[in-house]
């Protein structure tokens, strides 16, 4: 078997290069979060900055969830998820940095290497025009796609666990229990504090703080001042009809309380953000 995938490890080898030298000369923009947490929101922000994040064709069309888009790379998201299916893992919330990551089974092992070629094809497509490009990621996808982008400048985002709750019956409505929802959230938090020990470039910002006006000015200064892009076209995003979700969030905190491991992933990203 292993002589079989020889010429296998060759072919991604060479495409590993010329990705890396394509990836040499550019910074990615990198938009980390878990659903509904305001990932659209900051990849808007960016935007209006001047990041691409693709073709328009190429990216998730807005509906009335994102009435101003999604800025999500279709293809790289469906690859993203066809590397957790191969490594027989089905829920893309449902994942932590202590799991197997390794492609299941030989057939998973041999679809991984086609998989890892295109997921390398589509990021330099993205990454052609200018010096920059953005990429959205889901903190369980970015165990994926970090080992393909260079020089990188993170912008991680979390929302308090009530909210994305709220959020998550508006968009789904009875698709998920309460539980689960908070379960998905620690676990997806859990692995955000982990990718952001080990980035250089990297800033942690709470969308609660984005919609403080107050609050909202020292996040956008901190981001300007780590991207290099202009403040006033990062801030033109704002305005009142911003999802707040304040008192549905509020009475699902009369009703569910906070798991203790949930409490302490709260209270780490507090401690972290900007």
Same mark, same amino acid.
């Given at each position: ?54 073709? $328009?064709?190429?990216? /998730? =069309? ?6 101003? #888009?999604? @800025?999500?790379?279709?293809? &790289? ?83 308090? $666990?009530?909210?994305? /709750? =709220? ?6 409505? #009875?698709? @998920?229990?309460?539980?689960? &929802? ?93």
């Amino acid at each position: 078997m292993k002589k079989l995938l020889i010429p296998l490890y060759k072919i991604v080898g060479s495409r590993e290069r010329k990705n890396k030298e394509i990836m040499s000369k550019k910074t990615a923009f990198v938009v980390l979060g878990f659903q509904r947490s305001g990932t659209s929101l900051i990849c808007d922000m960016l935007n209006r900055a001047g990041v691409s994040f693709g073709a $328009p064709n190429d990216l /998730m =069309a807005p509906d009335s969830r994102n009435p101003n #888009g999604f @800025f999500e790379h279709k293809k &790289i998201f469906s690859l993203s998820r066809k590397f957790l299916r191969q490594s027989n893992i089905f829920l893309d919330f449902n994942y932590s940095k202590d799991s197997q990551l390794k492609a299941f089974g030989v057939c998973n092992r041999v679809s991984r290497f086609f998989t890892r070629i295109s997921l390398m094809k589509n990021l330099s497509k993205v990454s052609k025009k200018g010096e920059s490009f953005g990429i959205k990621s889901f903190p369980v996808f970015w165990y994926f796609l970090k080992p393909y982008i260079g020089e990188r400048v993170v912008f991680a985002i979390y929302r308090d $666990p009530f909210s994305v /709750m =709220a959020s998550f019956d508006s968009a789904w409505f #009875g698709r @998920f229990y309460a539980s689960q &929802i908070l379960n998905f959230w620690t676990i997806a938090h859990q692995d955000m504090i982990f990718h952001l020990s080990g980035e250089k470039k990297a800033i942690l910002i709470s969308y609660e703080d984005l919609l403080d006006t107050e609050k909202r000015k020292n996040i956008v200064q901190k981001m300007s001042e780590i991207s290099g892009l202009d403040s006033s076209k990062l801030e033109s995003v704002f305005d009142d009809k911003l999802n707040r979700s304040g008192g549905r969030a509020s009475r699902l905190k009369e009703v569910y309380p906070l798991p203790e491991e949930t409490k302490k992933v709260l209270l780490s990203l507090e401690q972290m953000k900007i």
